[in-house]
């Protein structure tokens, strides 16, 4: 176990426990660095780590990491492990495609492997001298203490904290044993994903989204990143997989070996292992938070129902989790009902858009519907209502 202690008088009790280091709990630590709270935040890994995504950063995501701090954004845009994308191609069930491209002048989106940005956002959060950052830790028990909470570490370790920040995504075991918040399985995606090398793409700056008849609503993608290698993967709803009885590997397979990839992939060689994971999609509303604890990014199901985006949402959340940490100080009040404020803050932000992403997602599992959205996109200014989020990624 790794700790870096800084600032912290009393050793396992904190104001404030975040459990999770990815994209929502180090957003959260970040936004409180200079809350005066002493603030512990556990992660099971040890970083860097990798974790299984597209990798696409829209613009949102940047946007967010300047809503944290303008230093913390200075740093993301000196950050040289990201790959900067110029244009987008979407591809739909009639092989119909439209791309678009962006000025040189404009802000870009980027891809950036999970393995570097999350530990660009690691580094970020150890700098913080009122954080205590504990790697290696995974956190197995969770009870609520009349005043606090008290957490359990895997090597059997009790800390305290006054408000439980449960940031440790799609598999979180809090929601699991204790959260009111149940994952919703006919809004949940599976999804695979690899990175390859030696795979023929007109240009390494192209994200390309193939919304196929066999993967609808869900798509198949081919993002570039550094080093020449490329992001592959294949979202589906998870109940369809099981309605339909899809072996994702195997559909993976048998769309490398259609005939528009199979040339493309004729040389390519895959790194590392095919690996699955889950998306709780967001859309509809649930409980975000209880008695001294509030949920975070995946953990909350803030995905977007669509395009499987959610890191911009993890961020978000981070901090507006932040604001309402501060809340609760500063009232000294930490209950369920206060903390309902936290729940309509984050769907005051996301809820109507979700909304809408939820309603195309029930939309695009018609080809016809899929191909006439395309059309519709080329001829008229619609685009942004379809594909609002990717073309942040760009705008
Ligand atoms: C295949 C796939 C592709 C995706 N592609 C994209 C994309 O291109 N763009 C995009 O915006 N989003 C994408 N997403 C969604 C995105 O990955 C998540 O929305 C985002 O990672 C959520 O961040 P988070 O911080 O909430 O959770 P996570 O990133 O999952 O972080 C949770 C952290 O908690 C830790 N943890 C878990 N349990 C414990 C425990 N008990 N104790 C201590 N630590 C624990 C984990 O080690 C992990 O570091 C994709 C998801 C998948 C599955």
């Given at each position: 176990m790794v700790e870096i202690w800084i600032n912290?008088?009393?050793?396992?009790?904190?104001d404030v426990i975040i459990v999770g280091a990815g994209p929502s709990g180090c957003s959260a630590a970040l936004s409180l660095r200079n809350s005066g709270l002493k603030i512990a935040i556990f992660d099971k890994a040890t970083f860097p780590r990798n974790k299984i995504c597209g990798g696409a950063l829209s613009l949102d995501v940047v946007n967010q990491l300047n809503k944290i701090s303008p230093e913390l954004y200075q740093n993301f845009s000196q950050f040289a492990n990201k790959q900067p994308i110029d244009k987008i191609k979407i591809t739909v069930p009639n092989d119909d495609s439209l791309v678009f491209s962006i000025e040189k002048s404009q802000k870009k989106g980027f891809v950036c492997n999970r393995l570097d940005f999350d530990n660009f956002l690691v580094n970020e959060t150890k700098k913080c001298n009122n954080i205590c950052f504990f790697e290696n830790?995974?956190?197995?028990e969770y009870e609520r203490k009349k005043d606090f909470y008290q957490i359990k570490s895997d090597d059997n370790e009790i800390y305290n904290a006054k408000i439980l920040l449960v940031a440790?995504?799609?598999?979180?075991n809090f929601n699991r044993k204790l959260?009111?918040?149940?994952?919703d399985k006919n809004n949940y995606s599976v999804a695979i994903q690899a990175f390859y090398e030696n795979i023929k793409v007109e240009n390494q700056n192209t994200l390309e989204l193939y919304y196929l008849k066999e993967t609808l609503p869900g798509y198949f993608w081919i993002f570039p990143t550094l080093d020449q290698k490329v992001n592959v993967g294949l979202g589906l709803l998870a109940k369809d997989i099981t309605k339909n009885k899809i072996n994702l590997k195997k559909l993976f397979g048998d769309i490398l070996n259609k005939p528009e990839f199979k040339d493309r992939f004729s040389d390519a060689q895959k790194i590392g292992n095919l690996k699955s994971y889950g998306l709780p999609l967001g859309g509809s509303k649930k409980s975000l938070s209880g008695n001294r604890y509030l949920l975070l990014g995946d953990a909350a199901s803030l995905?977007?129902?669509?395009?499987?985006?959610?890191i911009g949402n993890a961020i978000r959340s981070g901090r507006f989790a932040a604001e309402q940490v501060k809340k609760c100080f500063v009232d000294n009040y930490f209950s369920a009902k206060f903390n309902k404020n936290y729940d309509k803050i984050v769907y005051k932000s996301v809820h109507k858009e979700q909304k809408r992403y939820l309603f195309l997602q029930k939309m695009f599992r018609f080809p016809k519907i899929a191909n006439i959205s395309l059309k519709i996109c080329k001829k008229t200014k619609l685009l942004n209502f379809f594909f609002g989020n990717v073309i942040e990624l760009i705008k």
């Open positions: 912290v008088m009393s050793a396992k009790e904190f830790t995974k956190i197995v440790n995504g799609a598999y979180s959260s009111q918040s149940k994952v995905i977007d129902p669509f395009l499987g985006e959610g």
